[in-house]
């Protein structure tokens, strides 16, 4: 525990919690187990089990990426997204734990990497991009999405997984994001940074998803499109959304590909 105390966790209210949480979850430890033997992937309501489950694997994280020579700074700078997730759960329901543990149940298993700006993994290409696999790329929050810095993150996951996952050779990066939105020219200027990271992507087949994830992103996750009215208006993003969206106009998620040797 003393690695994810000390070097992931940035709570302190849970950091002092967790030793007494551990005791009246128990079966917290058998359930990392279940993962770590059998690779086991158990569907846990958000709140402090999933928690105190990543809290056990995160030992398992290390030694895992340590074993193919991945730095030690690269796994605590993608464990650390942990914390995002405390603080949403936190903003749904006031309480503390945590939410979507399947999806960081990829950082604790060694297979999602934070490279700089953005996150990254091995997974099937996606329709119309080349390739069997791809390197798929996530963007977590917590800063601006600076074009620059994002140049730099596909620069270190192109070296990154050719040295550490050389067996899959992907030939393009994908992304499935609300941020990659062709919709965003129409309500931001081309110098804006949502605009120049989506113009790095070729768009390819995505279905729409009612503009739900840009409305939660931007907005609040427990928004939602008959909430609109009320919605904040504090930064530029927000109030051009809004007025793009109550005035009958979409911002869907969308997917793009990009070629691993794209030059810019």
Known sequence: MEFFLNEI?????IKKQLPAEREKYPEAAEIAADIRANGARPKLAPGM????VL??????????????GVPREITVATLKDINIWIE???????????MEFLWLLHHFRGDLFRLGRLQFRIAKSIPGAPGEY??????????????EECLASFAMARDFFARYFPQYAPKCFTCHSWLLSPDFAKILDEESNIVRFMRLWIQAPCKP????QAIQRAFGLNFSREQLENAPENTRLQRALKAHLLSGGALNAAAGYRLLDAGE
């Open 9 to 13: 966790l940035e709570n302190e209210e």
């Open 49 to 52: 089990l999933p928690l105190l």
């Open 55 to 68: 809290s056990h694997l995160a030992d398992d994280a290390l030694r895992i990426n340590e074993e193919k």
């Open 88 to 98: 949403n759960h936190r903003q749904l329901t006031g309480e503390n734990g945590v």
């Open 134 to 147: 791809a390197i798929e790329t996530h963007i977590p929050q917590g800063s601006p999405l600076n074009a």
């Open 209 to 212: 998803d009612d503009s739900r």
